[in-house]
């Protein structure tokens, strides 16, 4: 994998939340369908709750695309 970007959100955010503004997905239905498929990860590991709240430094990755958390 190349190069990760970074989010800035103001932290803790859920991860369905995470998806939508990073642009991971295009609409919350879109991240809500795929977190359920079990075609999200976080840190590495799946992750199905899409309330998840995530608090700066995690990978978020969906496919081939990745964004890193950071709190502001």
């Known amino acids: 994998m190349s190069d990760i970007e970074t ?31 079990g075609e999200v990860t976080v840190d590495g590991e799946t992750c ?3 309330g998840r709240q995530l608090t700066g430094g995690e990978v978020v990755e969906v496919g081939d695309l990745a964004m890193k958390v950071a709190s502001r």
């Not at 959100?9 to 995470?18: A, E, H, K, N």
């Open 7 to 37: 989010l800035q959100v103001t932290t803790p955010i859920r991860l369905g939340q995470f998806l939508k503004l990073a642009n991971l997905v295009g609409s919350g239905a879109e991240g809500a369908e795929l977190i359920a498929a």
């Open 48 to 50: 199905t709750a899409r």
